[in-house]
């Protein structure tokens, strides 16, 4: 979308906000917008790092990838701005950000100790088989050299998962259609049919 | 703090607190013509400021994990970020305690409009029988009104505020003044199946939302977020459905910021003044007055009484009965929930519809109390559908799959088919459930706290054991397998308070050595005094509180401004 209307959308779009009391909302100039920022992202010069280096990063980008790669149904966990979302957090808190400050350093000291390169730079076969580590570590019990590790392992995949679903490629792949301004409420026919057609088994 | 001023205007009648109670009869006494003066302990209402209806989780960095992924560890807003509940279990510089052994939660909001901002907008009459409880099974204590004393104001705030509903003619659900309900969504025709399977009457929800223009208010646009507070006013809060009417007759005047401390009496048993502090400045002001209004919440109006105690009034100010504090009341709350295979493939669609259920179950079983060997009843609320996304809400069952592409799969298979119920069921009152002051603890302006102390009977443990045996009973007909209950307590029982229809506390009858207030709401004691929230119930029926308070309030205030207008007060 060219400069001029991304501008034109943005002011129509502060302007459906500011409207008092109308209850009108402009859900499709939010989106446009949204599309935008997204699309923003993507590019290498979107975004500063906040807190993460850039060692950090790309490791927690590799990991969201991992836990939640792209399919024919939507985009992957980096796609969804996971390791974008991590970095704002732990930019804003300590607790958080000590987290995965040791976390990575936790997945490069095991991966050299494996293989004798960092995490990012291990193959995926490799990173793969760490983390199918980690699962089984999760419900072991007894977790051994894994425990930080799995621990780690689950802040990642909260927040990755997160970061997925509550953005628009992910609200777009569960097939979310609501958060709308309609003027009644109609259920379709097909949604009325399929359960009528389940209540037969009760 | 504190130099003490005085204003030498006397107002007509003052009122504490701007939720349901306070809302109503500000509404109402200032249609009337009479000039009111209210008292919000929190700020004004900025609906664009407060209310964060229609944004999307990707609208804010946080995605509703809150700065710094505050929700991660505990420490996030109650309900979520997008709510509007400002307000919580726990207020900086606000606390209250809990007796030994016992526990009790209290959520306030401190804001214009209070907890009508955010709440679920069920909207229940009392059923004839619960304003008798003790004639029907010799527990409790009866109202000294009966139903068809408040039916007419029933009908009056139903008529007013808004609500839906269909005319079902069942006993315990009395039928009201609806607007057409919304039709049921997909997975609640599923429900409905499995619930007049087990005998269980499923019938539209009545909800103080609008499905048609009324008032000069818009009818709902189905976003499905009345929680997170209403831009359109197209439910209902006392902020924005009563007090901003009120405000339009200009007879209303809004104090803000104001912390009410205690009551002043003239040695004659008449209110004279309520002195409150401006949280501004932290300066203790006074008000006179000619009526006052304690609407402040249950359990907040009779920690004012109690800490009133001008000469007279030893225990507190109309409290010569002993029972303000006493006879404290929650709802019963117990919820399940499971994954119903059967929904699995079902062509999605926007079920968002009127925020909340479109169905409800009112309570069947009471024809037969004895056979079910435990007494009162409960409702269910039935939640599903495909729901927006938020943080948190795919983390078990990714969890559950590890990680790859198998999340993604199990996520659209399951994405919609989760069924929850929760019940709410009537607590009989009991002497170990009050609230007193705490002799040791203050707020951080110098108001002494509340001690709470609660606990449940087998009455209600019993009952909660019936929710959980129907909910499974329901969950597993449909073909779900449920896990555990969502609240705590071996028993599944809900804590005290945490349902937030916390009433009682101030109780009306007819007998002033058993009651604090007679039938209009008004102090046995001190006739210039009236509470007018859920502090004068004498039970706590299934049906959730909010509409009984507008109601008990409205006819409070008819009275109020008749007295009035002959002079009695």
């Known amino acids: 979308m060219e400069h001029v209307s991304r501008r034109e959308v943005l002011r129509q779009l502060a302007l459906s906000m500011t409207a008092a009391g109308s209850g009108v909302f402009n859900i499709e100039a939010a989106r446009v917008v949204h599309a935008l920022v997204a699309e923003e992202r993507t590019q290498p010069e979107g975004y500063t790092l906040k807190w993460l280096s850039p060692h950090e990063f790309a490791t927690v980008s590799r990991l969201a990838e991992l836990i939640v790669p792209a399919d024919e149904g939507g985009g992957s966990g980096v796609d969804a701005g996971a390791p974008e979302f991590i970095d704002v957090l732990c930019s804003q808190n300590d607790q958080l950000a000590d987290i995965y400050r040791d976390g990575v350093a936790w997945c490069d000291r095991v991966m050299r100790d494996r293989v004798r390169s960092r995490f990012v730079e291990a193959s995926s076969v490799q990173q793969t088989t760490l983390l199918d580590d980690l699962v089984v570590g999760e419900t072991a019990r007894r977790r051994g050299a894994l425990r930080q590790g799995v621990s780690f392992f689950g802040w990642v995949r909260r927040m990755t998962v997160d970061a997925y679903y509550t953005s628009p490629i992910g609200i777009a792949d569960l097939g979310y259609q609501g958060n709308a301004v309609l003027t009644s409420f109609d259920v379709p026919v097909a949604a009325i049919d399929f359960a009528n057609r389940r209540i037969q088994d009760i | ?569």
């Not at chain 2, 502090?535 to 029926?541: I, L, Y």
């Not at chain 2, 509180?545 to 008990?552: E, F, G, H, V, W």
Request: aromatic content about 10%; hydrophobic content about 35%; proline content about 6%.
């Open chain 2, 1 to 569: 703090m504190a130099s003490i001023q005085s204003t030498p205007e006397t107002h007509d009648v003052v009122v504490i607190g701007s939720g349901a109670g306070g809302g109503t009869v500000a509404h109402v006494l200032t249609g009337l013509g009479v000039r009111v003066t209210l008292l919000e302990a929190g700020p004004l209402l900025d609906p664009l400021e407060e209310f964060k209806e229609h944004q999307w989780p990707y609208d804010v960095a946080h995605r509703g994990a809150e700065d710094g992924g505050r929700r991660y560890f505990g420490r996030g807003k109650p309900f979520g970020y997008f709510t509007t509940t400002s307000g919580g279990w726990q207020l900086e510089g606000e606390p209250y305690t809990v007796g030994d052994g016992s526990e009790f939660q209290w959520f306030r909001s401190r804001i214009l409009g209070g907890r009508t901002n955010h709440y679920g907008r069920l909207t229940f009459r009392f059923s004839d029988y619960d304003f008798k409880p003790r004639d029907r099974d010799g527990l409790g204590v009866n109202w000294p009104i009966s139903y068809d004393d408040i039916g007419p104001y029933y009908d009056k705030a139903e008529a007013f505020i808004g609500v839906t509903g269909s005319r079902e003619g069942l006993r315990s659900a009395p039928d009201g003044v609806f607007l057409d309900p919304p039709p049921p969504k997909a997975h609640e025709l599923l429900i409905k199946a499995a619930s007049e399977r087990l005998g269980i009457p499923c019938i539209p929800n009545r909800r103080s939302v609008l499905t048609r223009t009324i008032n000069g208010r818009p009818a709902c646009h189905y976003c499905g977020q009345c929680a997170r507070g209403c831009r359109s006013a197209s439910n209902y809060s006392s902020s924005q459905v009563q007090i901003v009417p009120a405000l339009e007759t200009g007879r209303l005047r809004i104090i803000d910021q104001a912390m009410a401390r205690e009551i002043v009496t003239d040695g004659q048993d008449r209110v004279t003044e309520v002195i409150y502090i401006d949280k501004r400045t932290q300066e203790e002001r006074r008000l006179r007055c000619r009526i006052l209004v304690l609407a402040a919440s249950a359990c907040e109006s009779a920690r004012i009484l109690l800490n009133s105690t001008p000469r007279g009034f030893s225990d507190g100010v109309a409290n010569r009965s002993g029972v303000v504090g006493r006879y404290l009341m929650d709802t019963v709350g117990y919820g399940l929930a499971a994954n119903i295979p059967a929904l699995e493939g079902m062509p999605r669609y926007n079920s968002d519809g009127a925020g909340g259920a479109h169905l409800y179950m009112p309570w069947w079983g009471w024809e037969r109390q004895e056979a079910l060997g435990f007494p009162r009843g409960y409702h269910i609320e039935i939640g599903g559908g495909y729901r927006m996304p938020s943080v948190g809400a795919f983390s078990g069952m990714a969890r559950a799959e590890g990680f790859g592409v198998g999340i993604k799969e199990r996520a659209r298979r399951e994405y919609g088919t989760r069924i929850s119920f929760e019940g709410r069921g009537e607590m009989i009152p009991n002497a170990d459930s009050y609230c007193e002051i705490d002799p040791d603890t203050v707020d951080r302006w110098g108001i002494p706290v509340l001690r709470f102390h609660f606990e449940w009977s087998d009455y209600e443990r019993d009952q909660a054991k019936h929710m959980a045996e129907t909910f499974r009973a329901l969950l597993e007909l449909m073909g779900g397998r449920p896990g555990a209950p969502s609240l705590r307590d071996a028993s599944g029982i809900s804590v005290g308070g945490s349902i937030i229809h916390e009433v009682g506390t101030v109780r009306m009858g007819d007998d002033p050595r058993a009651s604090a207030l007679n039938g209009f709401c008004q102090s046995h004691d001190v006739r210039n005094l009236f509470v007018c929230d859920g502090g004068s119930f004498v039970g706590n029926p299934d049906k959730n509180p909010t509409l009984t308070i507008n109601a008990l309030a409205w006819r409070a205030s008819e009275y109020m401004a008749e007295e009035m207008r002959q002079g009695t007060i």
